[in-house]
């Protein structure tokens, strides 16, 4: 006698096959970038899948913010062809967060000191479980990355020299604890802990981000944390630059939002 698959099973089968199809795909993806576009006179930027990545040339050689999520470093490839570089060049990789989006590339940066905040040291070298919400959570699940190890985590507001340059790191916790904006060049890469939202910067997206309060108080001490410093653009994690000329405006008008607690 023969048996019979009943239909829940078949719906069970076929969900079980667009899961899997659906993973290969979004794997495969991953490594796919745009070509460099440059963002100043320095700096380049490329965008690797749904992530943005960018890297400059100083006088110590190249420096990168945030590592994507491609582990075969295809997109680093790009990036560096922008700069003439290759990956012995990188000597610094400025990480914004831990988050699996944000970090695939950077043990492929051999030379490189990789910095990070404090808090996301523990969850980067995955000896903790990851800091996040579900979505966080479930899309790091689907885009496995390689344990980072960082070299030298950050503290507090500091300053990095890298050559005749330097790289202004300020605390901003909240979308996660050792979450860091950084300032190079008059361009600030904010990662996912500022947003552009049309004309507007806004917060990290709430879906992704644990502490939304932590990351509204941070924000509104940008304001004296950035006492004296340029910025003439922000660069985000995931949405690009805001346009020339418009970051100043736009971010006095967040920390203000920030500091009025709204
Ligand atoms: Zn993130």
């Known amino acids: 006698m023969s048996r019979r698959r009943s239909p ?41 899948l749904f992530t943005e990545i960018y890297g400059a040339r100083t006088a110590s050689g190249i420096i990168v913010f945030d ?16 700069l003439s570089a290759t990956r012995s060049d990188v000597k610094e990789v400025f990480l914004t967060h831990g988050h699996f989006d944000h970090v695939a590339f950077a ?45 030298d985590p950050l503290q507090g507001r500091t300053e990095i020299g890298a050559g005749d340059d330097k790289v ?9 604890p050792g979450s860091y904006v950084f300032v190079f060049a008059g361009i600030m890469f904010a990662g996912d802990s500022i947003n552009i939202d049309g004309d507007k910067l806004t917060y990290a997206m709430p879906s992704f981000t644990v502490d939304k309060e932590e990351n509204r108080r941070s924000v509104a001490a940008l304001g004296e944390a950035l006492k004296g410093v340029e910025v003439q653009t922000i660069c985000t994690g995931h949405q690009g630059c805001t346009a020339t000329g418009r970051a100043p405006a736009m971010l006095a008008a967040l920390i203000e939002r920030a500091k009025s607690g709204k």
């Not at 590592?67 to 922008?82: E, K, N, S, T």
Request: proline share 10%; net charge positive.
């Open 8 to 48: 829940l099973a078949w719906i069970a089968v076929a969900l079980l096959m667009a899961v899997i199809v659906f993973v290969v795909t979004v794997r495969s993806l991953r490594h796919k970038s745009t070509p460099p576009e440059a963002i100043g006179p320095r700096v380049q930027r490329v965008r690797n």
């Open 168 to 176: 202004l790191a300020i605390p901003v916790p909240g979308h996660t």
């Open 67 to 82: 590592a994507g999520v491609d582990p075969a470093g295809d997109a680093l490839d790009r990036l560096l062809g922008g």
């Open 107 to 151: 043990p492929l940066c051999a030379h490189a000191k990789i910095r990070v905040g404090a808090g996301d040291v523990e969850f980067l070298a995955q000896r903790a479980p990851v800091y996040g919400t579900f979505g966080v959570k479930t899309l790091n699940a689907l885009f496995p990355v390689p344990p980072v190890i960082a070299t």
